[in-house]
């Protein structure tokens, strides 16, 4: 499986930006893998963004996006999207898309350790 983010860019707080990561390889589908976004900036731990379930496709959010930012996926481009509203300078980041197998727990989809697959991330930065 490999991912690959893009989308990230420079912009004024307020602002909107859409991220979208691809998929591919002979075994990703969503019907075997749940994809997530996390975000890592400078000196800090990555932390969880967002995450869909690859079975309901049910939508998960860290409390500092929440009502901001909402994830969605393409099932038949094997693609998922972050579309990222009111943007704020703390929200700087480099942001990475991962993606794990369905059966694991949904009391871990916020713990990065869990992923399987990860893409390269990409910049995204908000100017105050």
């Known amino acids: 499986v490999q991912l690959q983010a893009s989308g990230g860019g420079l912009v004024q707080a307020g602002a909107s930006l859409s991220l979208s990561c691809a998929a591919s390889g002979r075994t990703f589908s969503f019907s075997r893998y749940g994809m997530a976004w996390f975000r890592q900036a400078p000196g800090k731990e990555r932390e969880f963004v967002a995450a869909?379930?690859?079975?309901?496709?049910?939508?998960y959010y860290g409390d500092s996006v929440k009502g901001r930012f909402t994830i969605s996926r393409n099932i038949a481009e094997n693609t998922v999207y972050l579309q990222m509203n009111g943007l704020k300078p703390e929200d700087t980041a480099v942001y990475f898309c991962?993606?794990?197998?369905?059966?694991?727990?949904?009391?871990?989809?916020?713990?990065?350790?869990?992923?399987?697959?990860w893409g390269q991330g990409t910049q995204v930065t908000v100017s105050s």
């Open positions: 991962a993606a794990r197998l369905n059966w694991k727990a949904i009391s871990t989809i916020r713990a990065p350790t869990t992923y399987d697959y």
């Open positions: 869909i379930t690859g079975s309901e496709g049910s939508t």
